[in-house]
């Protein structure tokens, strides 16, 4: 059989949950997901655990913060004053929105935080700062 090797294209099926059990994501009802192993594309936790698998393998993947979305940075939060938010916009908590930075890029944000006053907005990744596990089915190699 083939084994997975750093380079090779694969599609895997997986559930993602946080460690208290909570699923975040998962492929199931849809297609696999594809990627070039090795090449950054997922994150490297899950990343380094395909190397050696076979089609067909199963495993339960544990990854650490440090090696999926990274720890949360408090600089990466930021409080607004509520009078300099559109009324229509909705700031309700975990509501995510889209900001644009003073150089034109668009950053994901999620509210975190909500007062009469101000509207405190997150851009760190939202699963920033938790271990995750992963239970995954490698597809096929290509």
């Known amino acids: 059989m083939t084994e997975v090797k750093s380079g090779d294209t694969v599609r895997i099926h997986y559930v993602g ?3 208290d059990g909570n699923q975040f994501d998962s492929s199931q009802g849809r297609e696999p997901l594809e990627f070039v192993v090795g090449s ?4 490297p936790g899950l990343d380094q655990a395909l190397p050696g698998m076979n089609v067909g393998d199963t495993k339960t993947v544990n990854v650490p913060a440090t090696e999926a979305y990274g720890q949360a940075d408090p600089n990466a939060r930021q409080s607004i004053p509520r009078e300099q938010i559109p009324a229509d916009i909705p700031v309700e908590i975990g509501t995510q929105l889209q900001m644009q930075t003073r150089d034109g890029r668009t950053v ?3 509210v975190i935080e909500a007062t009469d006053e101000s509207v405190v907005l997150d851009a760190n990744h939202p699963l920033a700062g938790k271990d995750l596990t992963f239970a995954i089915e490698l ?4």
């Not at 950054?40 to 994150?43: N, P, R």
């Open 17 to 19: 949950t946080l460690i």
């Open 40 to 43: 950054g594309q997922i994150i």
């Open 108 to 110: 994901g944000v999620t």
């Open 139 to 142: 597809v096929s190699i290509n």
